[in-house]
């Protein structure tokens, strides 16, 4: 029996928000959640200790990086993801789809699966939904995507409708050959582009396969803002209630907020743990570059309402400094108070369903950070 | 008063080496002892709660470096280096001599100083005894050095015998112009090349000066092995029992044991930190470099009788995919194993000088590690 559960613990008055507990072999995980990306079996700069005291409940990990780099039974022999990276509580795992598609010209798709050539030394590879299954059952996360493709923006309708049709078929094929059902659940990924009718029957169609959770893929690649949103709500209504959401890709503080509202469960996205590298950090007034030369002399915390790590030991200035001398505590502390910021912003989010007050939050962070509403 | 002092507890009964214990307004520090150096306000890849963990009980910073970036008057507005990069252990700083002169084509030496140009942006500075002495006392470490000229390997005679005479005139210079002798103590460093009687000469003199502590320069500059060995013991029976002695610029294991049995104190290096990143790791059996291809599949950890955080948590196999994946991860942790081995190869012989057993101890180490006594 499977040992995944989600538990819908209550609705926001107002929104489509909810609060609710994901139980996994790993742990319970209190959503909706943000999850970061440890693409190669690492969150970039970070220990798992790290990610622990900062509040990580569940992370991501990418199937294709790992299937090309260390290879998937090397990761199996060492135990699984969890032990390879020293990290126990939950992992998610996505299916390989993305990275396969979004390398465009070194792929030939057919029903079968997707050729590809290694982008590390131009190998051929083929991964199709069984393939995907073996390298995720290998490598063992709590939650495991099913193989899709994630259909560029802009699209034609009839190459989103090809498309989306043969995820529904692929879905099939990752349900049938997942060989960890119990201890790896196996989420359906939502797709159909920016077209209302095709992403709706996509969902319908989807959710008759009945999976344990469902992702909203094919968001966030370029298309604007309200669109976006838009296409999210009417997809979200198609999405049984007992059943986890996971919005695929998205990380800034704003898109957490709206798709929180929108009845999403589970985040992730690289965007803070990036920006981090570059020098740039989440604020409770707005993102601040601190690599700028403005800092240099600024001994204040890079967030004065921040109270993680960084900013109860750190300044501007030193942080800028090292940036400037490229040091490797630069990406150290920058990454880690921008994780903080996002997964505060999630219990923050937490607390305010409890008390229906999520839109009062929204207005107060977006006035404060400097959005529109 | 000075608010520094040298204890010597206990001499060992078959060699030099002794047990001792330097108060500074940032601490004790026992000794024999490696300190890790951080060179930009920022031991390489580490925090300074992990520098704590790993028992580091003091590091080292370069005031080359720190003057040219981010300038020695930002670090004391800031206040002071140990409030700049969040360390409350005491800190000894260089006097940036050694980096200034081994630019060498970019130097012009006089009596005064040294002019050279800055490897950041070409610009023209001045460093001198009493610049050195104005931008130590600004970064405010506990314990400083004189500015002196690190003669290079090899160099004729009269070259060594003028340079160590300019060397002991600066550090009367550097004595008399150091603003903060209570709390920050000045060590003179003996300087001679190899040559016997030079070395000689300017130990003698440099002990009239009567500084807090004395360094050891000149050595570990290319010169082999038994000559540095030599040339060390030759000066060690000239420095005062109740003074502390630093040997500049060791750090591997063999020249720590053997630095310590001929009366040293105090050692620094980048070795440990700059190996780790290369990934090359120290352990009981001698250096590994983890990034081999013949530690993919190996799931020890990179020493076996090594109890730190990494040891504890992690694979080589691990260790090596994060160094082939160009991971930050990677080296944090070889640096973290690698200073761990150090401070802990120290504190097992601060244990065996207390039993006079540092040659039992010495012989059984090298047995081990695969050096020949």
Partial sequence: MSQFKYELIKEDKYTHARLGRICTPHGIIETPIFMPVGTQATVKAMTPEELKEIGAQIILSNTYHLYLRP??????????LHSFMHWDRPILTDSGGFQVFSQANLREISEDGVYFKSYLDGSRHFIGPEKAMEIENALGADIIMCFDECTPYPAEKEY??????????????????NQRPDDQALFGILQGGLYKDIRIENAKRMVDLDFPGYSIGGLSVG??????????????????????????GVGSPDLLIEGAIRGVDMFDCVLPTRIARNGSVF???????????KYAQDFSPLDSECDCYVCRNYTRAYIRHLFNAGEILAARLASYHNLYFLIKLMSRMREAIKTDSLLDFRKEFFAKYGYQL
Avoid: F, Q
């Fill in 71 to 80: 290879g998937h039974n090397l990761v199996k022999k060492a135990g699984g």
């Fill in 160 to 177: 989103v409708r090809k498309s989306s049709d043969m995820t529904i078929n692929w879905a099939k094929r990752c349900k049938s050959s």
């Fill in 223 to 248: 298309e604007p803002k309200d669109i976006m949103l838009d296409t999210l709500a009417n997809v979200e209504e198609y999405i049984p209630k007992n059943k986890p959401r996971y919005l695929m």
């Fill in 283 to 293: 604020t409770s007034h707005g993102k601040l570059v601190v690599r700028n030369a």
